[in-house]
């Protein structure tokens, strides 16, 4: 392949990022005109936009494309004027592809935040300088907060309708700052801007002298996509394959994808939850075999012996003095009770009697939360705490759940892809609620 | 894939010989071989492919030494099953009943597609696994919610899923990967002579089932294909991309989407293809 091909897109990476607010903020204008300023726009979206504007448009003066329509695709979203689900965008600047997630804020707000942002690397919140904060500015960041997304950008947008004035900025500031301090993020950066003007977006434009801050483009440039974190290797076993390998061939091969850490062949590993020890045969891939795979990489590996391993066990590092699936250190927990912050999703609320099915990495089994420790007030980050409490669509709750079979896991905080689990409603078969693990119960 | 392969009972994966399903295959291979795959290919043929795809399609299932499965719309009409308001009439929509026809003949419970969410603002708002009902249809109002790589494949007795593992990827992504991985590709993909007619902004190929009409000036130009669906709806655009690496700094340079350049069926309405996917389409 030429030089010219490679350096097009293969030597820069993509940051996922999701945004929300409700439709008022102006969040459809914010996509629309960045897609459109960064060029992300072509030529016959336009023609249609332009339109679209015509025909459904509410532009203000000056302004020919009503850039909210872009994103608003489908019929029943032009006829209502609201946007139903989460509609995935895709842009690429000089230093980098985005993938962009846009979770409407309106109903089902916290279903839709969940399934944009649950893989993001940065949100974007939106407040409107006309308003000020609302409650959808903190659920949106205490969601975001659950989730340990790393990096949050604070748009205040429509700074044209406040005379651009810098002290409104500042106040805005100054009472979203303290609130997201308490979430824990790798980062938090506020950003003024006025979406229907591009002002702030790609282009500084001329109105904000004031803020010597960089561009909303400048920002998701050039933060960081991925966290340099040692984790320990998680393997949860996806699929036995049908083939065998080994000199003999009389060894299995297992496939998954690595969950953390980093694997070499020879290496001791033990599968839970049976206990059973091996060493690596092999690490096969399509191209052949490797002798060290790495985390987010999806192979199959092959044990030197033959033991027990089947779709839902979880290949580990035998625990160097550990005292083997208790703690959350290197090796994970081995239990059939836990305590999680659960997303509720769906419109029938949770009911302590019923028993779900719990999706956790490759592993399905029934489950029941067995109670309710506080729901959240995702306003004020209290926690409530009821005698009866009824947890439905949008309620954010701490709960003890109980499983028939054990599930290996670990904290959500170290590690997402093993701390968390979805429910299943087993007569509708809706996915009804996600989860993050907080940790076993003692 | 393995997701699937491990949680459906009975998975197809639909290849059609076009760039996005020549994609899907070398995944395929990459998450299984050695093994055979799980599935079976299965191919929706209107009747209206180009041939160049066809042989290419036959040469690169015997390759894999894969089983292919063609439901065949000339079959449907013949069945009844399809009836065309006029014999010319484009095959493209009425696909839909052939493909559920044959999803009910061989109860597929899923579907591995390779649609993007780039293509098209419906396809934008779709799931990476897109529950459909007994009826084939896909209720955009009531997706399930998707969180991490945690997905439902729970279903009801003749409902199934479609499934899109290259969702998130580009049109320039998917040439890239071609690229980069070597891919043969078919031939129309590159740039080459080829009868044509301008009709509006489009390129229409003279083929038998898109004859010229009264008054149309045939002419030759230099042109590729950017996708290759069923004749009666799919244009080529000019181009001298005769190499793969050639295509991809097009690609990068195109001003125009994938399907607003090549496909009638969606400039008939703005919504066409969120009508389509509602009746079962792809």
Known sequence: MSAEVTSLTTSIDTLRFSTAGSVDDGKSTLIGRLLFDAQGILEDQLAILKGATIKHGHVDAGEPIDFSLLTDGLIAER?????????????????????????????????????????????????????????????????????????????????????????????????????????????????????????????????????????????????????????????????????????????????GRLDGGALAVGEDVVVLPSMAQAKIHSIQTYAGPITRANAGEAVTIVLDRQIDVSRGDMLVKPSVGGHGGVGLGTAPVVADRFVADLCWLDTTPLDLNRRYWIKHTTRSTRAVVESIAYRLNVETLDKTVETLPKIQANDIARVTVVCQRPLVFDAYADNRATGCFILIDDTTNRTVAAGMIHGANK | MREVAAECANPALLFSG??????????????????????????????????????????????????????????????????????????????????????????????????????????????????????????????????????????????????????????????????????????????????????????????????PREGERVVRRRVRFRTVGDMTCTCPVASNAATLDEVVLETAAVRVTERGATRLDDQTAEASMELRKKEGYF
Not at chain 1, 245 to 251: A, N, P, V
């Open chain 1, 79 to 255: 006829e209502q004027g609201i946007t139903i689900d989460v509609a995935y965008r895709y842009f690429t600047s000089a230093k980098r592809r985005f993938i962009i997630a846009d979770t409407p804020g309106h109903e089902q707000y916290t279903r839709n935040m969940v399934t944009g942002a649950s893989t993001a690397h940065l949100t974007i919140i939106l407040v409107d300088a006309t308003r000020g904060l609302t409650m959808q500015s903190r659920r949106h960041a205490a969601i975001a907060g659950l989730l340990k997304i790393p990096h949050v950008v604070v748009a205040i947008n429509k700074m044209d309708l406040v005379g651009y004035a810098e002290d409104t900025f500042v106040r805005l500031r100054g009472e979203f700052a303290p609130f997201l301090a308490q979430l824990a993020f790798v980062e938090v950066t506020f950003i003024p801007v006025s979406a229907l003007k591009g002002e702030m977006l790609a282009n500084r434009g001329t109105s904000m002298a004031w803020f010597k801050g960089q561009t909303l483009l400048e920002t998701l440039e050039t933060t960081q996509a991925h966290q340099a974190v040692e984790q320990p290797f998680r393997f949860a076993v996806q699929r036995v394959a049908r083939s065998k390998f080994g000199e003999k061939s009389d060894l299995r091969g297992y496939q």
């Open chain 2, 18 to 211: 076009g760039k996005d399903s020549i994609v899907m295959l070398r995944l395929a291979e990459k998450a299984f071989r050695p093994d055979p795959f799980p599935f079976p290919l299965l191919h929706i043929d209107t009747g209206h492919n180009f041939p160049e795809v066809m042989t290419f399609r036959d040469r690169r299932v015997d390759e894999l030494g894969e089983r292919l499965i063609v439901g065949s719309m000339e079959e449907s009409i013949r069945r009844g099953r399809v009836v065309l308001a006029e014999p010319g009439e484009s095959r493209n929509a009425h696909q839909s009943i052939t493909l559920l026809d044959t999803i009910a003949e061989h109860k597929f419970d899923a579907l591995f597609g390779g649609a993007r969410r780039d293509e098209e603002k419906s396809r934008a708002k779709e799931r990476i696994f897109s529950h459909r009902d007994a009826w084939g249809q896909w209720d955009p109002k009531n997706q399930r919610p998707e969180c991490w790589s945690l997905f439902n494949t729970r279903l009801k007795p003749n409902e199934h899923l479609r499934v899109f593992p290259i969702s998130n990827w580009t049109e320039l992504d998917v040439w890239q990967y071609i690229a980069r991985e070597q891919l043969e590709v078919p031939t129309i993909y590159l740039a080459h002579e080829r009868e044509v007619v301008e009709r509006g902004k489009l390129l229409m190929p003279v083929t038998a089932v898109t004859p």
